[in-house]
């Protein structure tokens, strides 16, 4: 069996030397076939340089140097698309969560006998405003998002290849790996682990509203029913109010004025059709991204063993047979 470690850098040159040693130590007690996949992404500190010696003193380290950052989830999934392995353990290098945890995957792996087994917090790290804003994010994905998210997700998770190779084939410009994670199916089990807090999030407030929206338009289509639905209730309670000062005027001659009453609908209707554009806007953007067709990464350099190339050549070359094979049955 080869096991495949898959992390990314960012800002991580404190702890990449000790997220090393951790975590093949952890994988040695599974086997002795192991490989690790470094994506640098765009790491503005000496990230790269430390992976680098990491590569030169272990042929089973494998970095992969991305051409700037792309973000958290695209360098994963960049990372997974390189893995070799029959199990992919995909986990941070920050050591927030311990790569110790990759033997109690396994055993609730082949205990379950399912394909992706994965870490989940018991409760949200963070004070008080930062478990509040992720209870607030996790309530609006429920009432906007098409598919449930599970709670306080981690990184962390041990995951089979037929999985890891169902989960790469999504192309999206665009996406939530949470969301990926989902619904690429497969038998999934969920996890307690312990998540540390040794570093301050990389996650900005206005990075972590960026990510519910992009969440929320990038998986839901319940949001735009929604907004369909609110026009629909105004038209319809707007025709009900006409009718009624109409009824009112011929059969009272009470007519209708009230400089204060038709200051406040144009608000109310301005800022209403005004929200309407923007989140339609968005969906657009979504759209336009997609049909560009741009890679997701863009990979400057791969430093990798002549072993390793050829093994996932091979792998590379199978996984097509298969697909073809699938495509085109006799």
């Known amino acids: 069996m080869k096991l495949s470690i898959v992390t990314t850098l960012y800002r991580s040159a404190d702890t990449i030397e000790a997220f090393y040693e951790r975590a093949m ?18 790491s503005p500190d000496d990230s790269l340089g430390l992976a680098l010696q990491l590569h030169q003193r272990d042929p089973r380290v494998t970095v992969v140097d991305l051409a700037r950052n792309f973000g958290h989830h695209k360098a994963m999934m ?19 969560e311990p790569p110790e945890d990759l033997a109690q995957f396994h055993s609730v792996m082949k205990r379950e006998a399912c394909d992706v087994v994965y870490g989940i917090q018991d409760s949200r790290r963070g004070g008080f405003f930062e478990r509040t804003t992720g209870t607030v994010f996790f309530a609006i994905l429920d009432a906007l998002g098409d598919r449930p998210v599970p709670r306080n997700l981690v990184t ?52 972590r509203i960026e990510l519910a929206v992009k969440h929320v338009t990038t998986t839901s289509t ?19 109010i006409i009718l009624f000062y109409l009824m009112r005027y011929f059969t009272s001659g009470i007519g209708v004025d009230g400089f204060t009453s038709l200051i406040i609908s144009i608000w109310f209707l301005g800022g209403l059709i005004t929200l309407i554009l923007g989140i339609l806007g968005i ?32 792998r590379d070359v199978a996984s097509d047979a298969q697909l073809a094979a699938q495509r085109h049955p006799r």
């Open 222 to 240: 319940r949001l735009l029913y929604f907004v369909l639905y609110t026009g629909v209730l105004i038209f319809g309670f707007s025709g009900v």
């Open 156 to 207: 962390s998770r041990l995951m089979t290849r037929d999985y890891v190779n169902a989960l790469v084939r999504h192309r999206d410009r665009e996406f939530v790996i949470s969301d990926l994670w989902q619904v690429t199916g497969f038998r999934q089990t969920a996890i307690v682990v312990r998540k540390l807090s040794l570093s301050p999030s990389t996650y900005s407030l206005r990075s």
């Open 25 to 42: 130590e952890a994988a040695q007690a599974m086997t002795s076939d192991i490989e690790m996949v470094i994506v640098n992404d765009g």
């Open 78 to 96: 960049t990372g997974l698309a390189h893995a070799t392995g029959e199990l992919i353990f995909l986990v941070d290098s920050d050591l927030e």
């Open 283 to 314: 969906y657009i953007a979504n759209i336009m991204a997609e049909t560009k067709r741009r890679p997701y990464t863009v990979v400057r350099r791969i430093y990798k063993s002549s072993a390793v190339a050829d093994r996932k050549l091979n």
